[in-house]
């Protein structure tokens, strides 16, 4: 489709633009739904049967300005080029992709990819066992397949977010989303306990990339809120999945996770079809101008994304009501 065509239907569709108008509505209008393939379904329903093969390339301490030092986790898969991340509050959550023994690489190659137990520090040698802590790893001799004994360090269900990238919310001080709010809430949360992940996704403004959200958010100006903006954009309303975030937790040994989330499809999503994954307690997100509290993202606009997610997209948000007389 050429793109004067596509700003002719645009501005053909304008009309049907209105806070009135459903979700439904605007897509049966345009001849979509959710996925866009007409059948109803939204495409977080349509679960994977395989999920991508991952492995952790490198891992690396980092501490932060916020206090706890984290692990960043860096991954590859075979399903895209992009580089899924996992950030990790814990010195003992293992990815079993990164530990495995690989055929001829030496102590030095394992602590450059980040495969140690304990800290590095200069002149350290061995990356399987660390003289400061006496902590060592063990591996099964036959497949070089770390041996983790379950449950020997933290037994309860492990705290974790799963963030979609958002270059505007989380680097351009963006008001129109709280995506930043939410990636640093977590983090702090995660800081707190000690321990936790935050899966990073790269998929992009719900999956259709930085430059199709930057249209977006000029038909939001125009008077479409962002459900009706990606339709009009010819996109679902959401287009990510999330096997990769599965797929990630499954590496680290995470399967029984307190989901931070106010989207009930994600939790679907996660858990996909073989529930590899449990997700034992949803941890509610609340936005931060809604607690009472200081801080947070105040807009006109992320108080329209904020109501578009309840209304349309099923979120398990309410607002609280403005008291009077107090
Ligand atoms: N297409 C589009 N994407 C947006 C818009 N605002 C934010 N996003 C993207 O939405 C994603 C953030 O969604 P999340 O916060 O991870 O997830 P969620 O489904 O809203 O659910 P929660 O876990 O409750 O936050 C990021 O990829 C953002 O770039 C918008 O107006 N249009």
Redesign the pocket.
Known sequence: MTHEHITQDIFETMPIISPTVSNEEQARALGLDGDGDGDGNSSLRLLPDVLPAVQCIARARIPTTQGPEIFLHLYSNDMDKKEHLAIVFGEDVRSRSLYRRRAGETQADRMIRGAYVGKLTPGRRDADRDAATGAALRFDEATGDLVVEAGTTWTQPTLVR?????Y??ETAWSA??D?GE?FDEAGRLMGLEGHGCIVYLR??????GLG??LK??NL?DLGAD?VQ??LLLRHPA?KRSFGMATAILVDLGLADIRL????P??IIAVEGKRRLVHVRERVP?VPLAWTGGTGGVSSREVEG?LRT?VEK?G?LLSKPAVRTGE
């Open positions: 799963i963030h979609s990238e958002c505007t919310g129109r989303c995506c939410q998929q992009e403004g719900r999956g259709i199709e959200k977006a958010y939001q962002t903006a990606n959401d931070l989330t106010n989207n499809d994600k997100m994304y997610k997209m979120h």
